[in-house]
């Protein structure tokens, strides 16, 4: 069974510093590997996708790396700012055993970035 | 743009009772999902559908049930309402293929008491 852990479960830093998430999971065969955006009281939006070929993807300031050998992602985020202040989320689509084509969930780091 | 509606946005329960979640989609996904997530923790499906009439189950779906007569509506029903059932539930859907992109409705925060 799937399993996703994010660390660490809470970051706080000033504005300007650049900052890595980390998601590990312990099934290697996945289709891919998504990063979420959560903001309070909202749903989730998808910040980026990583199919299981690929090593990273990037958008703006995120960076996203995946290394399926070690069962490790990581989300970069460059020259942090107030708005980036939200839970992020990390999923494995799975591509076997019996979560076949489903997500699996790591719990989330809140992040909060101040002024 | 509506993408993925979700109604209520709160609601209140008494231990017993029942109700529905609606969710419903405009861009024409056939697949969809319903997740519940307690605080702290990630998500954790509850059933999803691979187009209307198809509907199976996820990893939590007992006190759970669901239906899928058009592609736009996947309503979560539950009956008898229990503590445990205190969560935030969210929809999803994605256009076809289980590598696509999943999109999210607001939640429903639900409290049974």
């Known amino acids: 069974k799937q399993e996703v852990t994010q660390i660490p479960a809470a970051l706080s830093v000033p504005e300007g510093e650049n900052l890595v998430l980390n998601c590990s999971f312990t099934?290697?065969?996945?289709?891919?590997l998504q990063w979420f955006r959560q903001d309070p009281g909202k749903g989730l939006t998808s910040l980026l996708l990583?199919?299981?070929?690929?090593r990273e993807q990037t958008s703006g300031r995120l960076n996203a790396s995946l290394d399926k050998s070690s069962g490790r992602s990581t989300l970069y985020i460059a020259a942090s700012q107030p708005g980036d202040s939200a839970t992020y989320l990390c999923?494995?689509?799975?591509?076997?055993?019996?979560?076949?084509?489903?997500?699996?969930f790591g719990q989330g780091t809140i992040l909060t970035v101040h002024p | 743009n509506a993408g993925v509606t979700q109604t209520p946005k709160f609601r209140i329960l008494k231990i017993g009772q029942s109700m529905t979640l609606q969710c419903t989609q405009d861009?024409?996904?056939?697949?969809m999902y319903w997740y519940r997530q307690d605080p702290g923790m990630g998500l954790k499906l509850i059933y999803y559908?691979?187009?209307?009439?198809?509907?199976d189950k996820g990893e939590v779906p007992n006190g759970y049930n669901v239906s899928r007569s058009t592609t736009e509506d996947f309503p979560l029903r539950l009956e008898l309402a229990a503590p445990s059932q205190t969560s935030v539930y969210f929809c999803?859907?994605?256009?076809?293929?289980?590598?696509?992109?999943?999109?999210f409705g607001a939640g429903t925060r639900l409290s049974v008491l």
């Open positions: 999923a494995a689509l799975n591509a076997g055993g019996t979560s076949y084509g489903k997500l699996t």
């Open positions: 099934d290697s065969a996945i289709y891919n």
């Open positions: 990583i199919q299981s070929s690929q």
């Open positions: 861009m024409n996904h056939n697949y």
């Open positions: 559908s691979v187009g209307a009439g198809i509907t």
């Open positions: 999803a859907s994605a256009v076809g293929g289980a590598k696509n992109i999943q999109y």
